[in-house]
């Protein structure tokens, strides 16, 4: 059984930086292909990156340059530094794996 645990979400002022941990289980982790999607109120969850079990990456146009993703295989944990956060970055981030999803770490941005 897939399971997927996120963590880092908080609240961030404008302009500032988090990074979100996703910790799985259940999987040969080094063999799959991880993203990062997310969600705000009334939208659709759409994807913020992807990282391949080689290493390669691929991103939303929104957060490109601006957003890393990373996996470390040893620790079966897949990651997503966040910088320069803007108002339309807040939203419940998702990890996802095949056709798993974790239980969401919300983002937050100070007014």
């Known amino acids: 059984q897939v399971q997927l645990v996120e963590s880092g979400g908080g609240l961030v002022q404008p302009g500032g930086s988090l990074r979100l941990s996703c910790a799985a289980s259940?999987?040969?982790?080094?063999?799959?292909?991880m993203g990062w999607y997310r969600q705000a109120p009334g939208k659709q969850r759409e994807l913020v990156a992807g990282?391949?079990?080689?290493?390669?990456?691929n991103y939303a146009d929104l957060v490109k340059g601006r957003f890393t993703i990373s996996r470390d295989n040893a620790k079966n944990t897949v990651y997503l530094q966040m910088n320069h956060l803007r108002p339309e970055d807040p939203a419940v981030y998702y990890c996802?794996?095949?056709?798993?999803w974790g239980q969401g770490t919300q983002v937050t941005l100070s007014s």
């Open positions: 996802h794996v095949v056709l798993s």
């Open positions: 259940g999987i040969v982790f080094r063999l799959y292909v």
């Open positions: 990282i391949t079990s080689a290493g390669m990456t």
